[in-house]
Nanobody
Framework: VQLQASGGGFVQAGGSLRLSCTAS???????RGWFRQAPGKELEFVAAIVWSAGNTYYGDSMKDRFTISRDNAENTLYLQMNSLKPDDTAVYYCAAGAYSSSSDRYDYWGQGTQVTVSS
């Protein structure tokens, strides 16, 4: 199974982006999530969603601005990012695994998509 993330780009502060993550085939994992890594920083949890029920969980600095969602029929994960800040600049990764904020609980990873927010 491969996860393909897309939708990153260059945006000014205050703008919005929508990331997508499509799986190459159907597979069974309880949850999918988004993580990000800024230059020189550790991987950071962004959000996760229970694939069947739709329960969501956010990192503290994202929950008022970001929305994670999924389309089960299309096997696609989304991350709507609003009110973007320069601190949101990072490579964003989608992942599949257990419903957790810990990257160790995810065993499928996409290749990452770059998000750059200018001030």
């Amino acid at each position: 199974v491969q996860l393909q993330a897309s939708g990153g780009g260059f945006v000014q502060a205050g703008g919005s982006l929508r990331l997508s993550c499509t799986a190459s085939s159907t597979f069974s994992r309880a949850a999918r999530g988004w993580f990000r890594q800024a230059p020189g920083k550790e991987l950071e949890f962004v959000a996760a969603i229970v694939w069947s029920a739709g329960n969501t969980y956010y990192g503290d600095s994202m929950k008022d601005r970001f929305t994670i969602s999924r389309d089960n029929a299309e096997n696609t994960l989304y991350l709507q990012m609003n009110s973007l800040k320069p601190d949101d600049t990072a490579v964003y990764y989608c992942a599949a695994g257990a419903y957790s904020s810990s990257s160790d609980r995810y065993d499928y990873w996409g290749q990452g998509t770059q998000v750059t927010v200018s001030s």
